[in-house]
T-cell receptor, first 113, second 116 residues
Framework: DAKTTQPPSMDCAEGRAANLPCNHS???????VYWYRQIHSQGPQYIIH???NNETNEMASLIITEDRKSSTLILPHATLRDTAVYYC??????????????FGSGTRLQVQP | SQTIHQWPATLVQPVGSPLSLECTVE??????LYWYRQAAGRGLQLLFY??????ISSEVPQNLSASRPQDRQFILSSKKLLLSDSGFYLC???????????????FGPGTRLTVL
């Protein structure tokens, strides 16, 4: 799976949009971009994933650049409960048999009141 | 909707004692099930996964074992715990659909195991 690069930490004011960047310059055509987050002492929570097109769900939006070498996770109105470590990962087609999720060090997002 | 349960939430065990962690999934059938360990400073490590009852694949050799006695139940066991078994154990599930090239894994709340 392609490696990802994320800033180690970010701050965001409560109520403002949080934009979390991720670089994945070695991504290949059959690899998906996934975002998870982990609040302290809890299991990782799935947020969103995409292949080429931008995606939106009730939690966040995912913007993938046209060359797919980077992406941005957007939390439109951050709350204190969004304080967590956010992981951007790239996953190959599951049919290759590679099942493991591999988290890097992620971005620690601190939402400030 | 689907939910995943793990118990116990926390566990403190002496070295050499046995271990049994349980994971159950509700609201879906024939899920893929996973056991991960997250040790401090060492990221997420896949230990076992299962695509069906009685079908277990081991990702790393160690003194742990896994079993899937029912469709939505996954158990992680050890006969004798080591100090190095301490960590945060996570169960996850996914559903592989034939027309989809990706399967999203959803995690449970985890069990924090301390071996003394």
């Amino acid at each position: 799976d392609a490696k990802t690069t994320q800033p180690p930490s970010m701050d965001c004011a409560e109520g403002r949009a949080a934009n979390l960047p991720c670089n994945h310059s070695t991504i290949s055509g059959n690899e998906y971009v996934y975002w998870y987050r982990q609040i302290h002492s809890q299991g990782p929570q799935y947020i969103i994933h995409g292949l080429k097109n931008n995606e939106t769900n009730e939690m966040a939006s995912l913007i993938i650049t046209e060359d797919r070498k980077s992406s941005t996770l957007i939390l439109p109105h951050a709350t204190l409960r969004d304080t967590a470590v956010y992981y951007c990962i790239v996953r190959v087609d599951w049919r290759t048999g590679r099942r493991a999720l591999t988290f890097g060090s992620g971005t620690r997002l601190q939402v400030q009141p | 909707s689907q939910t995943i349960h793990q118990w116990p939430a926390t566990l403190v065990q002496p070295v050499g004692s046995p271990l049994s962690l349980e994971c159950t999934v509700e609201g879906t059938s024939n899920p893929n099930l996973y056991w991960y360990r997250q040790a401090a400073g060492r990221g997420l490590q896949l230990l076992f996964y299962s695509v069906g009852i009685g079908q277990i694949s081991s990702e790393v050799p160690q003194n742990l074992s896994a079993s899937r006695p029912q469709d939505r139940q996954f158990i992680l066991s050890s006969k004798k715990l080591l100090l190095s078994d301490s960590g945060f154990y996570l169960c996850a599930w996914s559903v592989s659909r034939g027309n989809s090239r990706t399967d999203t894994q959803y995690f449970g709340p985890g069990t924090r195991l301390t071996v003394l």
